[in-house]
Structures are given as C-alpha cells and as structure tokens.
C-alpha cells in the first residue's frame, strides 16, 4: 500500500524538522485553520519535498528564499534547523548566505546570517 500525501509529507516534516517542531506547528494550526496545516502536510511536503531530489538542496533553497524575502525569520530558523537535521554542514549554510550578497544586499544578508548564528548557537550549547 503506498502512502498518502498525508502520510507522505508528515513523515518528510518530521525528517526535516523534527518531531517537537512537526508537532508544535500542527497542534498550533489545526484549532483555528485546519486546511492550513493540511495544506502545508500535503502539499509542501507531501508533494514538492517528496519530489525528485536532495533534501539538502531543497533545505538551501528554502534558506535562500526566505533570506531573500526577508521578515521570514521564524521560517528561516525552522530552515536552518532543517538544514542541519538533513545533513548541511555549518560552512555550507553559512557559504550559502554569503553567496547571497550581491543578489540580494547587505541587510538581508546580515538579517539572515544573524539567524544561521542564532541556530549555530543554539545548537552548540546542546
């Protein structure tokens, strides 16, 4: 039997982020948007992770957009942590935001760089 998309993208969300952060964020949703974590579940994991591919690329893609979006900081640490989780070393993701300046500027980059530091940190005194 192969899995659903719920099933799917669950078990992606827990490989990526883990179970504490996978269950924090359903629990927080599902009282007042249910569709929202549905839709997160089946289809950002279920569907676009679980598509053809390196999680770890896809981990740096994700950093990449949010660091260019900027006002993502709770998403971009999630990222970063998920970064982590699947395999990224600390010079790859910090290599990754460097390569960022001449796209999109000093600011963001130092926004950006300042979460990777905060999630570095963090996940040292561990």
């Not at 839709?39 to 981990?59: M, N, P, Q, S, T």
């Not at 990449?64 to 979006?69: E, F, N, P, V, Y």
């Not at 640490?77 to 998920?82: A, L, M, N």
């Amino acid at each position: 039997m192969s899995e659903t998309a719920r099933e799917r993208g669950e078990r992606l969300l827990r490989k990526v982020d883990g179970d504490t952060v996978a269950d924090n964020l359903l629990r927080e949703y599902e009282g007042i948007a249910p569709d929202f974590t549905r839709y997160l579940v089946e289809f950002a994991f279920g569907e676009i992770y679980a598509r053809d591919g390196d999680l770890r690329h896809k981990e740096l893609v994700a950093i990449a957009s949010l660091a260019t979006m900027g006002g993502c900081d709770r998403q971009l640490e999630t990222h970063v942590h998920g970064a982590f989780n699947v395999g990224l070393s600390e010079t790859e993701i910090v290599e990754a935001v460097m390569t960022l300046i001449p796209y999109i500027g000093f600011p963001k980059a130092l926004n950006a760089m300042a979460v990777v530091k905060r999630v570095v940190d963090k996940r040292r005194s561990k």
